[in-house]
DNA sequence: GCCCAGGTATAAA
DNA sequence: TTTATACATGGG
């Protein structure tokens, strides 16, 4: 990777691939809004920035050097060579091998821990469209209001929120959750901080003290918020189609990039699979 | 209208 | 330990 600071911004030259499209409408993130151009327009850590992809070549938009090597360069996961990994990953199982194909550029983002831990609560029994809906009344209502948007509110200020307080999110029973999880945060009951390096099963279980967080959202969270590859959501939610598509594969074989693994596989599965990634029934010769 | 969403809490088997 | 249901809301 290399990048240089221009007046337009950061200009990234990557040896592997990112497609905008396949990283940010995965579900992984609900908060990055598609331009008519094809670029990407979003807010981290209360700074903005507009992503363009030009082959080799990305360039975020409004970053100078600082925010670059301070924010954007891990929120995009730019020092881990997605191609090296994809080739690590595709040894273990030719299934595998396609499911990488199937899906290519996509990069797991490393987001703010407390945001990811807040938009998973919310991705329980929802679909994207609602749960983006959700999270932008969330940041519109508590968050601050920058030049180009509004920042996701800390786990400070929601603690702070009754139940009724939350009700313009139309979050439904999701309310008490997001409470719960803003007061145990808030009060340093769980320091998500820690869990960038503490044992994965040990975050779990502190997770899952959470109202409302299951087994999922902690997976989830902890890929997606605390850039934990080593967690794989995929295998408490897709049994089946875990079971029947990859039942050679095992979380310990995928080594360190599970996480990464099970995106390609969750895209890989509902590709193939009528887009009812939870069947995994039969189709498999 | 109807079905259901990359789940979880709770109450039974 | 596994299996069934309710849950708030609204997208498609």
């Known amino acids: 990777m290399e990048y240089k600071i221009t007046e337009r911004g950061a200009e990234i030259k990557l040896n592997d691939v990112f497609n905008l499209k396949n990283t940010f409408d995965c579900g992984q993130c609900f908060r990055w809004t598609e331009n008519s151009d094809g670029s990407y327009s979003g807010i981290v850590r209360g700074k903005y920035a507009r992503v363009i992809s030009d082959n080799d070549t990305i360039i975020i938009e409004g970053s100078n050097e600082e925010d670059?090597?301070?924010?954007?360069?891990?929120?995009?996961?730019?020092?881990?060579?997605?191609?090296?990994?994809?080739?690590?990953?595709?040894?273990?199982?030719?299934?595998?091998?396609?499911?990488?194909?199937?899906?290519?550029?996509?990069?797991?983002?490393?987001?703010?821990?407390?945001?990811?831990?807040?938009?998973?609560?919310i991705s329980q029994n929802n679909n994207i469209p609602r749960i983006k809906g959700i999270v932008t009344r969330l940041c519109e209502c508590f968050g601050e209001k920058g030049e180009h948007g509004y920042s996701f509110p800390s786990a400070k200020r929601l603690a702070e929120c009754s139940e009724e307080d939350l009700s313009p999110l139309r979050a439904g029973f999701r309310a008490a959750y997001i409470s719960d999880a803003a007061r145990k945060v808030a009060s340093g009951e769980i320091i998500l901080?820690?869990?960038?390096?503490?044992?994965?099963?040990?975050?779990?279980?502190?997770?899952?003290?959470?109202?409302?967080v299951g087994p999922k959202v902690a997976e989830c969270t902890l890929l997606y918020g605390l850039h934990r590859l080593d967690a794989f959501p995929i295998d408490v939610w897709m049994k089946k189609a875990l079971s029947t598509v990859f039942s050679e594969l095992s979380v310990k074989e995928l080594g360190s990039y599970a996480g990464i693994a099970q995106q390609y596989i969750f895209h890989y599965v509902r590709l193939n699979h009528g887009g009812d990634a939870t069947a995994g029934n039969s189709q498999v010769s």
Do not use: V
């Open 193 to 212: 901080e820690d869990m960038y390096t503490a044992p994965i099963g040990d975050c779990r279980t502190k997770l899952m003290k959470i109202k409302g």
């Open 68 to 121: 670059f090597l301070n924010i954007w360069k891990g929120y995009f996961d730019l020092d881990n060579d997605y191609n090296e990994i994809r080739k690590e990953i595709s040894t273990l199982s030719p299934k595998l091998e396609c499911a990488l194909e199937s899906i290519d550029g996509i990069r797991i983002l490393s987001q703010e821990p407390w945001e990811a831990l807040c938009s998973f609560i």
